[in-house]
């Protein structure tokens, strides 16, 4: 079955400190990958994506994430979180074809202390 | 650039009435994705039109439906609405050629009562 894992269903970093949000998938061709993350009462914004190459892929807001095919993972990282990153995160698979439907994560929340 | 547009930004309705949810792809794409992220069930994949058809779409029952016009502009309908349909139901948009990723819109939160 297809599916995606976030197993971190809410997570508090202090602010400066590193982030590193998981997500490991499950698909059954190729996948292609995607992180998205959504402030309340927003739509989702695109932070970064995975198709091929380089398994580090960089993002928008200083955000990165490594593909490890070995462990069906593709985890977020930030090295230093802002207040204004608190927020909830999707990572989400799909072909790199029209029409893929997007299998996405329950999501994770972030919240920053001060 | 403007990006997708969604309207209207909340929708109340009553149960057994019809809602209709509108989606301005961003300019240039052609395909246009619904999603309802309902709470407790995540985000699911509803309808995905291209080219004016709809060419996939996911686990929901036939009240669920849409249409795409010329200008790639979509609808989204619910008929015979249900308690559980209130959602915030999302519309994406992508390319029909290179990298499909998909770019989504502040979405329509829809609450039926």
């Known amino acids: 079955a297809q599916s995606v894992t976030q197993p971190d269903i809410h997570i508090t970093v202090s602010e400066g400190a590193s982030l590193e949000l998981r997500c490991n998938y499950s698909y059954g061709a190729t996948p292609y990958l995607f992180w998205y993350v959504q402030s309340p009462g927003q739509g989702l914004q695109l932070l970064l994506k995975y198709f091929s190459g380089d398994t580090l892929v960089q993002g928008i807001k200083g955000f990165e994430a490594e593909f490890k095919r070995s462990q069906s993972s593709f985890n977020l990282r930030k090295p230093s979180v802002h207040w204004s990153d608190a927020a909830e995160y999707f990572c989400?698979?799909?072909?790199?074809?029209?029409?893929?439907?997007?299998?996405f994560g329950k999501g994770t929340t972030l919240s920053v202390s001060s | 650039e403007a990006g997708v547009t969604q309207s209207p930004t909340h929708l109340i309705k009553t149960r057994g009435q019809q809602a209709t949810l509108r989606c301005s792809p961003i300019?240039?794409?052609?395909?246009v994705y619904w999603y309802q992220q309902a709470l407790g069930l995540g985000l699911q994949f509803l309808l995905w039109y291209d080219e004016g058809e709809e060419r996939n779409r996911g686990n929901f029952p036939p009240r669920f439906s849409g249409r795409q016009f010329p200008n790639y502009s979509s609808e989204l309908n619910v008929n015979a609405l249900e308690l559980e349909d209130s959602a915030l139901y999302l519309c994406?948009?992508?390319?029909?050629?290179?990298?499909?990723?998909?770019?989504f819109g502040p979405g329509t939160r829809l609450t039926v009562t």
């Open positions: 300019s240039g794409h052609t395909s």
């Open positions: 989400a698979v799909g072909a790199n074809q029209a029409g893929t439907a997007l299998i």
């Open positions: 994406a948009s992508s390319s029909s050629g290179g990298l499909y990723e998909q770019y």
